[in-house]
């Protein structure tokens, strides 16, 4: 089982929908939770931190329940800029993230 | 956006051959990783480096080594490359450890190994 599971999609939305992404992780030690943003052969660059009383910005909305180690993305009004690949990236103890294969957005006109 | 440069940015090699793969960054920041991206396998950290001369393993380490001289500089070498190393390369970099803090990373290198 990966550490750090998603969906891979891809998710074919209409601009001005409304996206979730979800994703599990299985190390319940983890202490750091992040979404990150990747487009087609490039780097990823974060979106957002995951906060345990969720957070949001803008039209992202992050939220993250770790009692059924579950974390979620919520993306509003979706535009033709938010077609990209979002990571979900957990993090604990000394060593580095642990990146999930991530989620493909394909946001249409 | 962070001082990360990767170099080279592609390179084809043949089986066999040592390749060196460099990251370098301006940020003056502690932490520095390498990772590997494959499909359906995410990024995957190879690994990663504490401090000057202070470097650690990470999940896929095999094939690989490091080292880092300088704060801005680390290095990741395949002394024998294989096929099964062709990926795209990420560099990163913390301030702090990477588990609490934001990662940044560099343009990528593309690897074929032939």
Not at chain 1, 22 to 50: G, H, I
Not at chain 2, 35 to 59: A, C, F, M, N
Not at chain 2, 86 to 114: H, K, M, W
């Amino acid at each position: 089982r990966k550490e750090v599971e998603q969906d891979p999609g891809p998710f074919n939305v209409p601009e001005g929908a409304t996206v979730a992404f979800n994703c599990t992780y299985s190390n319940s030690a983890s202490q750091s939770f992040f979404w990150y943003r990747q487009d087609c052969r490039k780097e990823p660059k974060l979106l957002m931190s995951v906060y345990s009383s969720g957070n949001e910005d803008g039209r992202f909305t992050a939220q993250l329940n770790r009692a059924s180690q579950y974390i979620s993305l919520l993306i509003r009004d979706s535009k033709l800029s938010d077609s990209a690949t979002y990571l979900c990236v957990v993090g604990g103890g000394r060593r580095a993230l642990t990146f999930g294969s991530g989620t493909r957005l394909q946001v249409q006109p | 956006d962070a001082g990360i440069t990767q170099s080279p940015r592609h390179k084809v090699t043949e089986t066999g051959t040592p390749v060196t793969l460099r990251c370098h960054q301006t940020e003056n920041h502690r932490y520095m990783y390498w990772y590997r991206q494959d499909p359906g396998h995410g990024l995957r950290l190879i690994h990663y480096s504490y401090g000057v001369k202070d470097t650690d393993k990470g999940e896929v380490s095999d094939g690989y080594s490091v080292s880092r001289s300088k704060t801005e500089d680390f290095l990741l070498t395949l002394e024998s490359a294989t096929s099964s190393q062709t990926s795209v390369y990420f560099c990163a970099i913390s301030e702090s450890p990477a588990s609490t803090d934001t990662q940044y990373f560099g343009p990528g290198t593309r690897l074929t190994v032939l």
